[in-house]
């Protein structure tokens, strides 16, 4: 039997530079999933960590929602707080499965390392990204405040304390990198450029 310690934390994926403050629920939501989810620790990310220093204020928020979890919503006093909700544990069943043959299928076909140097497993993320990218970019995929119901008076660039787009420089590698990007990020430069 092994005993696995999982730490989550929120993604940066659909974190945004207008409208910043909806990243505060963003990352509630996450982190309550995550805990739902069985996770044994939860880090959190502050809601302007991709365009501000490190800082007190963003801190101390980003505490307090999983304060707020643990001593309002009282996810401490139970082992599985998803326990006996038919919806949660067929959909949890549905995704182990799923996982399984993934983890099955890598084994299979050489193991993670051996896929990783032949960029399969960065091919199936590229794909899964563009599909979610092409989503997002028709409207399908709603990030409020983002592409959906903006705030045009919204200015960001005299904010910027951090460069929030990826920086990508090419090198020679064994393994082709996976980098983080978030949806909105063609969007926020054409706003940016408009300012």
Partial sequence: NFDCHIIATPTK?????YDYNVNMLRTTTECMSAILGGADAVANLAYDAIYHKDNEFGDRISRNQLLVLKHESYFDKVNNPADGAYYIETLTEQLAEKALELFKDIEKNGGLISQLIDGTIQRKIN?????????FDSGKEVLLGTNKYPNKNDQMKNDLELYPF????????LITPIIEKRLAEKLEQERLASE
């Fill in 13 to 17: 994926r659909n974190k945004t530079l």
């Fill in 127 to 135: 794909e899964s990204a563009l599909k979610e990218q092409e989503l």
């Fill in 166 to 173: 990826v920086k990508q420089n090419a090198r020679k590698t």
